[in-house]
């Protein structure tokens, strides 16, 4: 266990982020695989929301951004071939 008051804290903030970063996560998964089964006019109203989602979280280095990059790009081609 920690011994300085500055530990503790940082363990209670590490574990604050660590369940945003995981709802966030989730729910962007969930957007992500709403808007592959979706039909096309549902999914060209999804797409931005769920590009911006995609962007947030590359932002704030929840997942990488490559990562990023290629989901939306396979979610663009998706979309298009509808």
Request: glycine residues 0%; proline residues 1%; charged residues 30%.
């Amino acid at each position: 266990m920690a011994n300085h008051k500055s530990a503790l804290k940082r363990i209670r903030s590490n574990e604050t982020k660590r369940l945003r970063n995981r709802y966030q996560h989730k729910t962007t998964r969930n957007a992500i695989k709403k808007l592959r089964e979706s039909d096309k006019k549902e999914a060209e109203a999804l797409f931005p929301t769920v590009v911006s989602m995609l962007d947030k979280l590359a932002k704030n280095n929840i997942i990488h951004s490559n990562k990023a990059a290629n989901l939306k790009s396979q979610l663009a081609k998706h979309v298009a071939s509808l």
